[in-house]
C-alpha cells in the first residue's frame, strides 16, 4: 500500500483560507506517478463529497460547489498535491481526505463520474477543517 501523508486544514473564520497538501511516501523522482490524485470531504452524517481531480497529465476538474474557491496545485517533481482553499465558508467544514490511485490505472476515470471505476485507490489519513462564522 502507497502511504498518501497529508498535511494542512484547521481552524479558520468564514472568508479565511487554507491550503491542504498530500504527499504520495516515499516518491522519488523517475518512479511512477499515481494515474490519479484526488481530493474529498465528509462531514457527520453526510456522504462522501468528490473536490477535485488531478489526472495525470490531465485537465483539473472541480466539483461545482467549490469551482470558484478551491484550485489544485502540484509539485510534480516530489509528487504532492495541493488544494487551495480560499473564501471558506461554514459549510466547508469537515474532514478532507486525498486519494490516489494506482499509477497503471487509466487517467481517463479521473473525474467524479468517473472515480468509482477505480477500484482500490490509496486515502490519506484525513485533515480536519473547521469554518467559523
Known amino acids: 500500500r502507497v502511504d498518501l501523508i497529508q498535511s494542512g486544514g484547521g481552524s479558520v473564520q468564514a472568508g479565511g483560507s487554507l491550503k491542504l497538501s498530500c504527499a504520495v511516501s516515499?516518491?522519488?523522482?523517475?518512479?511512477?506517478?499515481?494515474?490519479?490524485m484526488a481530493w474529498f470531504r465528509q462531514d457527520t452524517e453526510k456522504e462522501r463529497e468528490a473536490l477535485a481531480f488531478?489526472?495525470?497529465?490531465?485537465?483539473?476538474e472541480y466539483a461545482d460547489s467549490v469551482k470558484d474557491r478551491f484550485r489544485l496545485t502540484q509539485d510534480i517533481a516530489k509528487n504532492i498535491l495541493y488544494l487551495q482553499m480560499d473564501n471558506l465558508k461554514p459549510e466547508d467544514s469537515a474532514m478532507y481526505y486525498c486519494?490516489?490511485?494506482?499509477?497503471?490505472?487509466?487517467?481517463?476515470?479521473?473525474?467524479?463520474?468517473?472515480?468509482?471505476?477505480?477500484?482500490?485507490?490509496?486515502w490519506g489519513q484525513g485533515t480536519r477543517v473547521t469554518v467559523s462564522s
Open positions: 486519494a490516489a490511485t494506482d499509477p497503471f490505472d487509466a487517467s481517463r476515470h479521473c473525474s467524479g463520474s468517473g472515480w468509482q471505476n477505480y477500484g482500490n485507490p490509496d
Open positions: 516515499g516518491y522519488r523522482p523517475g518512479m511512477p506517478r499515481r494515474s490519479c
Open positions: 488531478a489526472p495525470n497529465g490531465g485537465e483539473y
